[in-house]
Every structure is written in structure tokens, then in C-alpha cells.
């Protein structure tokens, strides 16, 4: 009984310590390997043939700068870890670019997770199918031109219409009245909208939808333009008359200008005169000697003629008046 070898008794005890061994060492494992938050709210945002990874990240206990890698594989490889592609390695920014870098018709899944150091997170997986999963952007232009009652549209094609067929929808109506809103589908990007009303304004907005796989495209912002009109046989006569009065005014206004501006010519009668003949001038000195002489005077004598001067008659006149007087008396 005493002779019970003491190493016996501490034999279950050395056994367990062997057995715990092993446990604390995955458990040292995982607290390493899995040490950092995983990136939350991990959506994949395709729109049309652009495809980018974004996610969340909130952490308050981090002493390392925090980076992202992200990864894409078939989905019927995702337990297989050497077939994942990188596309993000050591990004600091919490999205990445998949555009260009998965096929459209494939199936894959996708992971992200956080790294500091040599620490990271845990992977966060997402499942995407491009073809069922994408979604259709508006067009990104469309050029309206305005004809007699009706727009001609011209639609800017999707780069996903190389990879399915896209059809094109279209809402106008007028302005004056938005309640009465038209849609016509279209199969292809040239769309003449007819018979609307002429010299009208209507609005348009245009999306893109595929029937195979039910999806479609917000509309784009409202366009609006006025229509074209044949002109009426008023508006026709209006035009002509317009464009004649001025062209027959033009005429008449040039008459009126060269009379008021033409320059003033001397008769012919008077330039061929004599050049002998006394000057105007000449002929109103004659006359005023003539109205002097025939003024009435009350002297008859050379001898009353002073008189005159003494009541304020001029030398002229008193002059005048003696030679009338005189040739009275020898009359």
C-alpha cells in the first residue's frame, strides 16, 4: 500500500495537462486570426455593366491603420481558397471596383475583409449573378429635334445592350397638360413621336427595360420642346405682303429723297439774257427814284422849295419836287 509509485499518482494529472494542450492552442489561433471586426452592410452596386463592392467598417479600438481585401470566385468554388482572385489588396477605402473583371452570364461570390498588421477579420461572403443581380441606368443622353407635328428622338445606347437586347420606353405629353401623359415602347434607340399637335410644346423622358429578365431603368429628367407647323394660307399671304410693301416703299422713298436733296438749277430763260442789261439791284435804285418823284408836294416854284426843308422834308425829295416843277411850267 505505501509502496504505490508517486509517479503513478500524478500520471492522470501530466495526461490532462497533454490533452488541454492542444485546445488552448486553437483557441490562441482563433483569437489571433479572427482579432479585428468584420466589415458590415457589404452590397454589391451594378448598374448597367459597372459592378462595385461597398461596405461598413466601425471600430473605436484600433491602434493600426485599418485595410481591405477583396476577392471574387465561381461560386462552385467557394470552399476552395486558392481560387479566389484579388481585385483589392491593402485598400484603405471601403469599396472596390469589380467593373471589367466578371463575366456577365457567370455566377461568383464575392468576400471582404479587414486587415491591420497581422491581423484581419473574418470574410464576409456575398452571391452575385451579373445577368440577375444588375441593374439598368437610364440612357445618358437623348437629343430631341422638333418636326412639322412631330419629335424626332435620338437615344443613347447602354453598354449592356451589346450583352442583352433592350427595348425603349417612352412618355410625353403636353405641358399644358401633364395629367395626359402618353407611353409608347420602342425596339430600338431612333423613335419618331407623329401626329401631335403642330406649334406645341410637349415634354419626353425615356427609359430602357429587358422583358427576358424583367428589369427596367428610371426615366430620364423631362425634356420638353415645341413642335413644327405647316403655315396656312394667311399666314402665307401675311409673309408676302411683308416682304413686298418694304421692296415697292423703296421707290417712292427714293423719289422724295433726290427732290428734297437735288440741288437747285437757274432757269434757262433768265441765263440767256443780255449781258447788258442793268442789274436787280440797279432797278430797285430806279424805282425808289420813281415812287420819290411822283410824291405829292404842294410847291409849284423853285422859290417855295426851302420851305420844305424847314417842315422836315428831305433834301432829296425837295429836289425831286422842283424838277417836277419845273417841267410843269415849260409844259
Not at 412618355?171 to 431612333?190: A, G, I, L, M, T
Not at 437735288?262 to 436787280?280: M, V
Not at 430806279?286 to 405829292?296: A, F, K, Y
Amino acid at each position: 500500500m505505501g509502496g504505490e509509485d508517486p509517479e503513478d499518482t500524478g500520471a492522470p494529472g501530466r495526461g490532462m495537462g497533454h490533452h488541454l494542450h492542444p485546445t488552448l492552442s486553437l483557441l490562441l489561433i482563433v483569437s489571433v486570426t479572427a482579432s479585428l471586426p468584420s466589415p458590415t452592410d457589404v452590397t454589391m452596386v451594378a448598374v448597367d455593366m459597372n459592378y462595385t463592392l461597398q461596405w461598413g467598417y466601425t471600430s473605436t479600438e484600433l491602434k493600426n491603420i485599418i485595410t481591405f481585401t477583396a476577392e471574387y470566385a465561381f461560386s462552385e468554388d467557394k470552399n476552395n481558397d486558392g481560387s479566389y482572385v484579388k481585385v483589392c489588396e491593402g485598400s484603405g477605402t471601403r469599396s472596390c471596383d469589380f467593373t471589367h473583371k466578371l463575366d456577365f452570364s457567370c455566377a461568383y461570390i464575392i468576400r471582404v475583409r479587414a486587415e491591420s498588421g497581422s491581423e484581419h477579420s473574418d470574410w464576409i461572403y456575398v452571391q452575385f449573378t451579373p445577368d440577375e443581380d444588375g441593374l439598368l441606368g437610364p440612357p445618358s443622353q437623348v437629343n430631341i429635334e422638333a418636326d412639322v407635328a412631330m419629335l424626332i428622338l435620338t437615344v443613347s445606347t447602354s453598354v449592356k445592350s451589346t450583352v442583352v437586347k433592350l427595348q425603349y420606353r417612352v412618355r410625353y405629353w403636353e405641358r399644358q397638360s401633364p395629367e395626359q401623359k402618353q407611353v409608347k415602347d420602342y425596339d430600338n434607340p431612333y423613335v419618331s413621336l407623329v401626329s401631335l399637335k403642330p406649334w406645341t410644346e410637349f415634354c419626353v423622358q425615356v427609359s430602357v427595360f429587358d422583358q427576358n429578365f424583367g428589369m427596367s431603368s428610371n426615366y430620364t429628367s423631362p425634356q420638353c420642346v415645341y413642335t413644327k407647323g405647316s403655315m396656312s394660307l394667311w399666314q402665307m399671304v401675311s409673309v408676302v405682303l411683308c416682304s413686298i410693301v418694304p421692296v415697292g416703299a423703296l421707290p417712292f422713298i427714293y423719289c422724295i429723297f433726290r427732290r428734297r436733296c437735288a440741288p437747285h438749277k437757274t432757269p434757262d430763260c433768265i441765263l440767256d439774257l443780255p449781258s447788258d442789261l442793268p442789274s436787280l439791284l440797279e432797278v430797285q435804285e430806279d424805282s425808289c427814284e420813281v415812287e420819290l418823284v411822283i410824291t405829292p408836294s404842294l410847291c409849284l416854284h423853285s422859290s417855295q422849295c426851302p420851305l420844305l426843308e424847314q417842315h422836315g422834308t428831305s433834301r432829296i425829295q425837295a429836289m425831286s419836287t422842283h424838277c417836277w416843277s419845273d417841267s410843269f411850267e415849260r409844259g
